[in-house]
């Protein structure tokens, strides 16, 4: 059974950072591409990055680039997100799809359930 578990989480204020982890078991994630994306109340979840199971090829979505970064050595999957801004709680998901590709969460076939961050001001 595949499994992805978050962590790292929690309250930062402003400007801070966080290194989230995603630990993902049950099977070989050779060939997958593994991703964060995020939620915030009330508003539709959103890509943050992704990257190869290799290691290659991260990419990130324009309002994160030079702020987060996104790597891995096999497991976990590390999100280390800097330079935060001031939001509502807003809960980062690990998730995982088989090949390259598409980024649209409706690729993705396994997911965590989530790890929240609060930034305060």
């Known amino acids: 059974q595949v499994q992805l578990v978050e962590s790292g989480g929690g309250l930062v204020q402003t400007g801070g950072s966080l290194r989230l982890s995603c630990a993902a078991s049950g099977q070989t994630f050779y060939g997958y591409t593994m991703a964060w994306f995020r939620q915030a109340p009330g508003?539709?979840?959103?890509?943050?990055?992704?990257?190869?199971?290799?290691?290659?090829?991260?990419?990130?979505?324009?309002?994160?680039k030079g702020r987060f970064t996104i790597s891995t050595t096999v497991s976990p999957v590390y999100l280390q997100v800097n330079s935060l801004i001031p939001k509502k709680t807003t809960i980062y998901y690990c998730t995982a799809k088989w090949g390259i590709g598409s980024i649209n969460?409706?690729?993705?076939?396994?997911?965590?359930?989530?790890?929240?961050?609060?930034?305060y001001s």
Request: no cysteine.
């Open 105 to 119: 969460y409706n690729n993705f076939n396994y997911w965590g359930q989530g790890t929240h961050v609060t930034v």
């Open 43 to 64: 508003k539709d979840r959103e890509f943050v990055a992704s990257i190869l199971w290799s290691g290659d090829n991260a990419y990130y979505a324009d309002s994160v």
